[in-house]
C-alpha cells in the first residue's frame, strides 16, 4: 500500500505570495495531521482534520488555512509568506481521530523555501 | 500543557555499542508516548510507542524504550549501534483527549562512528 503523499516536495515563494501544499493520506485513513518544522528542530502541530472537520489547531496565524476532501486528501493553504515560514511541512495521517492512540504516518514533507 | 524534553542535542556512538537516547515529558493525564526517527531528506518514520499496556516497549530495527512513570522519563535503547542508525529521533506525547496532536522534542542527532 502507498503511504502519505504530498506534493509538491520543493517549493520557492516570495513574500507576501500565497501557497497550497497538498497530502493524500495512506488509503482507510480518515484522519490528517499537518506540522511545520523549522530547521534543527522537531516537528509543531499546525492543524488536524478528521472525517472533513477541523478537530485541532496549533499556535499559527490565521494566515494558516487547511481543509479536508470527501476523499481524506487535505490542503494546506498559507497566505501572506513570510521569511519565517521556510520550512518543512509534515502532514501524517492515522485511522482515527479524537483522543486515539493509533500512531501517525508521515509523509516525506514539502520543503517551502521564502526569499 | 504537554511538554517533552529531550537531553543531549547530538550523541555519538561506536558501531556496536549501546545506543541510549533520553526523553522526559511533562503531561496532566496519561500519556501516549512516541519515538519517530528521520533520515535525511525524508518523514518521520514510527519507532515505537506507549499506550498505557507494558512499560517495556519494542519497536523495530531493535529499538525498545521503558516507560517510568516516577522519573516522568522514556528512554530509547538498543543494545548494538548499526551504522545505518545515523539519523535523527524525535520523542512525541500526545494524550487520549481532544485533538490528535503530537507535541515533539527538538530531537537527538546520533552519529555511528566506524
Known amino acids: 500500500d502507498a503511504g502519505v503523499t504530498q506534493s509538491p516536495t520543493h517549493l520557492i515563494k516570495t513574500r507576501g505570495q500565497q501557497v497550497t501544499l497538498r497530502c493524500s493520506p495512506i488509503s482507510g485513513h480518515k484522519s490528517v495531521s499537518w506540522y511545520q518544522q523549522v530547521l534543527g528542530q522537531g516537528p509543531q502541530f499546525i492543524f488536524q482534520?478528521?472525517?472533513?472537520?477541523?478537530?485541532g489547531r496549533g499556535n499559527f496565524p490565521d494566515r494558516f488555512s487547511a481543509r479536508q476532501f470527501p476523499n481524506y486528501s487535505s490542503e494546506l493553504n498559507v497566505n501572506a509568506l513570510l521569511l519565517g515560514d521556510s520550512a518543512l511541512y509534515l502532514c501524517?495521517?492515522?485511522?482515527?481521530?479524537?483522543?486515539?492512540?493509533?500512531?501517525?504516518?508521515f509523509g516525506d514533507g514539502t520543503r517551502l523555501s521564502i526569499l | 500543557a504537554q511538554s517533552v524534553t529531550q537531553l543531549g542535542s547530538h550523541v555519538s556512538v561506536s558501531e556496536g555499542a549501546l545506543v541510549l537516547l533520553r526523553c522526559n515529558y511533562s503531561?496532566?493525564?496519561?500519556?501516549?508516548l512516541f519515538w519517530y526517527v528521520q533520515y535525511p531528506n525524508q518523514g518521520l518514520q514510527l519507532l515505537l510507542k506507549?499506550?498505557?499496556?507494558?512499560?517495556l516497549v519494542k519497536g523495530i530495527n531493535g529499538f525498545e524504550a521503558e516507560f517510568k512513570k516516577s522519573e516522568t522519563s522514556f528512554h530509547l535503547t538498543k543494545p548494538s549501534a548499526h551504522m545505518s542508525d545515523a539519523a535523527e529521533y524525535f520523542c512525541?506525547?500526545?494524550?487520549?483527549?481532544?485533538?490528535?496532536?503530537?507535541?515533539f522534542g527538538q530531537g537527538t542527532r546520533l552519529t555511528i562512528n566506524p
Open positions: 501524517a495521517s492515522s485511522l482515527a481521530g479524537l483522543g486515539s492512540n493509533q500512531p501517525q504516518h
Open positions: 503531561s496532566s493525564v496519561p500519556p501516549y
Open positions: 506507549y499506550t498505557s499496556a507494558a512499560t
Open positions: 482534520y478528521y472525517e472533513k472537520e477541523e478537530r
Open positions: 512525541a506525547v500526545s494524550d487520549y483527549v481532544g485533538a490528535q496532536k503530537l507535541v
